[in-house]
């Protein structure tokens, strides 16, 4: 297969960009897969975009966010991450790691439904090890109130007190905020509804974020509850935002500055 079609194996490393097409192709072959829906092509390529102007690396305030995400985490008593295609294209090994060491569920729940891909996506998530599947039998999905997308169908999501909902579109959040449920989200977009209705939210890309929260985890695995407990009530998650937007301000300032300094025709 040639590079036009998707295969990252001909991606040269020496390439300036290898990691950003890397996780293009991962994302182009889960869509022939059906893992990823069409949309979710889309979906990648704004994410691309506010990972550029974030100057593309974990900054403190997404760190600070993922350490107060992991003690919340820690905290919980019913913890459940949600997956969808993007997620299970992107951070298979990962995200099942993370469901491993917290003994949490991984709940597939999608926005674009389409006959196959609940099954591709659980295929994705064994083949990297994953124990504990939800939302793949449709006897079991009771519906949340106030949620008219496909998205309302859920199964341990509707017990559970933290749910963590990476690249996730519209109004969920707010949906389960109501039920009384704490958010954690994963969104490279600080202005999305979602980044702001949630409790926490990380911005930064996801292929980043989850494996510094599985490190962070077992790092924090043995401290007391009132040290978790801590480090939750100091996180703000309205100067988090506010910081990460300042970023991307200061980061186009400095970049209006430097743009052409290495550009000689
Ligand atoms: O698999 P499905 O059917 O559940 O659909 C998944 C998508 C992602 C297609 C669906 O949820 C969707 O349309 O989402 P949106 O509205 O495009 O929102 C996705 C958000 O994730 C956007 O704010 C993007 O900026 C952000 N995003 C995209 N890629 C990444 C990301 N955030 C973190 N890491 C990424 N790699």
Redesign the pocket.
């Known amino acids: 297969m040639s590079q036009e079609n998707g295969n990252n194996s001909t991606i040269p490393r020496s390439h300036p960009r290898y990691l950003s097409l890397k ?1 293009r192709h991962k994302i182009i072959e889960g869509m022939k897969n059906l ?17 550029y102007i974030l100057g593309e690396r974990t900054n403190e305030i997404a760190r600070e966010a993922i350490k107060a995400a992991s003690a919340l985490l820690l905290l919980a008593k019913k913890p459940v991450i949600s997956v ?5 294209a ?1 951070v298979p090994k990962e995200i099942v790691e993370l469901s491993k060491i917290l003994k949490a569920p991984l709940e597939i ?6 006959k196959g ?1 609940i099954e591709a ?1 659980k295929k994705v998530l064994e083949e990297a090890g994953a124990l504990d599947i939800r939302g793949i039998h449709e006897e079991k999905l009771v519906e949340i109130e106030g949620l008219d997308s ?2 309302r169908l859920v199964e341990s999501i509707k017990d559970a007190d933290v749910v963590m909902v ?5 109004d969920r959040t707010e949906a389960l905020k109501k039920l009384g449920k704490k958010i954690i989200a ?4 600080p202005l ?1 509804r ?2 702001l209705w949630a409790d926490i939210t ?6 980043r ?1 989850i494996p510094l929260m599985n490190t962070l985890i077992q790092k924090l695995k043995n401290s007391t509850k009132s040290e978790l407990e801590e480090i939750v009530r100091r996180f703000d998650n309205k100067k988090c935002i506010q910081a990460s937007l300042e970023l991307i301000k200061n980061y186009l300032d400095v970049q209006k500055e430097k743009a052409f300094k290495n550009v000689k025709i």
């Not at 829906?37 to 691309?48: D, F, T, V």
């Not at 990380?202 to 292929?207: A, E, Q």
């Open positions: 996780y893992v990823v829906a069409e949309a979710g092509l889309i979906a990648h390529g704004r994410g691309e975009a506010f990972d969808n295609g993007n997620t299970a992107l729940n999608l926005f674009y439904k389409k891909r996506i496909n998205r990476p690249l996730e579109d519209g994963i969104d490279l977009n999305s979602t980044a990380i911005v930064d890309n996801i292929v974020a």
